[in-house]
């Protein structure tokens, strides 16, 4: 079997990856816990209203401590990459490991991403296309997600002139 890539992404992105992920999870918490309290609050004969209320909340705790806490660190070990003159691998993945070998004659495309999240912390995503769909690189330093997406166009419209 092949060796893991070699280049890491910025550890800055573990407290990206925190931040967004308890936007998220608050966000669908509140859509979820507030109908039930509402219920619960207006009519307190409905005793299941405050059952269910309690039942999303002690999940909301569970849920955040686990994708704020635990997986952060997991998920930025096991995340890889590595730009040779051939291709792009991208290694990602805590439970289902996947394997993307992009070789850069199939490359149409590339270009850097970042939201509000992203830039607070000075990083950006590098994003290569191919017709079979993208493939992102997240949290790289902005300087270094530039010179990757440079350096990956020059070697996609290298091996396009090859052929």
């Known amino acids: 079997m092949r060796d893991m890539p070699a280049s890491q992404l910025n550890p800055r992105i573990k407290n990206a990856w925190r931040i967004s992920d308890a936007i998220w999870i608050v966000i669908v918490f509140l ?52 730009l040779t003159p051939d291709y792009l691998d991208i290694a990602r993945g805590i439970f289902w490991r996947k394997r993307f070998i992009i070789p850069f004659i199939r490359v149409q495309n590339t270009d850097t991403r970042q939201g509000p999240v992203l830039r607070a912390f000075g990083l950006a995503s590098v994003t290569v296309a191919t017709a079979a769909g993208e493939h992102e690189i997240p949290g790289l330093a902005i300087d270094e997600a530039d010179l990757l997406r440079d350096r990956a166009a020059e070697l996609a419209r290298l091996a396009r002139e090859d052929v």
Request: aromatic fraction near 18%; hydrophobic fraction near 65%.
């Open 31 to 82: 859509c979820c816990f507030v109908p039930f309290a509402l219920v619960s609050a207006i009519a307190p004969e409905e005793e299941w209203a405050g059952f269910v209320a309690l039942i999303v909340a002690v999940a909301f705790a569970v849920v955040f401590v686990l994708c704020v806490v635990v997986l952060p660190p997991i998920r930025y070990a096991r995340w890889r990459y590595e």
